[in-house]
């Protein structure tokens, strides 16, 4: 069974095998975690980012999905991108984050990963509710097929960190 672990702090100086990055999906960077993790990561990360757009991902990563580059200058091996719904109050987009979780792990386990450290996915700029995207976050990892050992959940203040806590 995957270990669980709570954080409050900043996911870029996390020691872990891979860091999920909550990316956009031009894969080009962006605010919030995205352009933390691309600013502190160093410009290996973005060239990774910029060659999986020339091949593969020519009209960007798409929601719910999620691929692996260099972690550059980050204390991890690998970032895993993967790209979260904007919130919506006419339609259930639940499970495309649900998937965020499960495809990131899945990249992991391609990786041979042990330790994920992940952020909340798309409940920043995306406007997702804190709550509703805690515990989406907690039960899709708690129901993952995984080698992943550890999953930590770096959340960037109290409010969020609260949010997962209240999920057992």
């Known amino acids: 069974m995957t270990a669980i672990e709570l954080v409050q702090g900043d996911i870029t100086r996390q020691s872990v095998d891979a860091i ?6 031009s894969l080009l960077g962006g605010g919030g975690v995205d352009g933390a993790i691309h600013r502190r990561g160093g410009p290996a990360i973005l060239d990774d980012c910029r060659k999986l757009r020339a091949s593969h991902y020519g009209k960007g990563l798409p929601t719910g999905q999620a691929v692996a580059t260099t972690a550059g200058e980050l204390d991890a091996q690998w970032v895993i991108h993967t790209v979260g719904p904007v919130f919506s109050r006419s339609q259930d987009r639940s499970e ?7 495809e990131s792990l ?5 990786l041979g990963a042990r330790t994920v450290a992940f952020p909340a996915v798309s409940a920043g700029i995306y406007g997702w509710p804190m709550e509703d ?3 989406i976050a907690v ?3 708690r129901a993952a097929q995984t080698s992943v050992e550890e999953v930590r959940f770096v959340l960037f203040d109290e409010r969020a960190y609260e949010a997962f806590a209240r999920q057992g």
Do not use: F, M
Not at 96 to 102: D, G, H, K, T, V
Not at 106 to 110: I, N, S
């Open 106 to 110: 899945r990249v992991a386990d391609e």
């Open 96 to 102: 495309l984050l649900a998937s965020c979780y499960r």
């Open 139 to 141: 039960e899709t990892v």
């Open 20 to 25: 999920v990055n909550a990316a956009n999906s």
């Open 133 to 135: 995207a805690a515990r």
